[in-house]
């Protein structure tokens, strides 16, 4: 199932504290960057980042989920609502993935 376009808007409506944030369309899904750089994608209507240490250590109830078939596991971000969390989170990603 692909990604809806409203759930895009949704998902980058609350990274809006969060500077470099950039999104590709990839077969129905949107691979999502900072700086130029994937920290994760939307996936099935689902925001998934890039597994780092400091973001599984920050994460309470970590999830993991298959993005797509033979994919890696990748951390759900399911408080997207939470502004400060949601940046918090996108920034130890980036940051552990340089």
Avoid: H
């Avoid at 409506?13 to 939307?42: A, H, Q, T």
């Avoid at 597994?51 to 797509?68: D, F, L, S, V």
């Amino acid at each position: 199932m692909a990604s809806s376009t409203d759930y895009l808007e949704f998902v980058l409506e609350n990274l809006c504290l969060v500077d470099g944030i950039s999104f590709r369309k990839m077969m129905g899904e949107y691979i999502i960057y900072r700086y130029g750089k994937v920290i994760g994608g939307i996936y099935d209507n689902r925001f998934l980042i890039k597994p780092t240490k400091r973001a599984e250590e920050r994460i309470k109830n970590i999830q993991y989920e298959i993005p797509y078939k033979s994919g890696k596991p990748m951390i759900l971000v399911d408080e997207i609502e939470n502004r400060e969390f949601l940046k918090e989170i996108v920034e130890i990603t980036y940051e552990n993935l340089r």
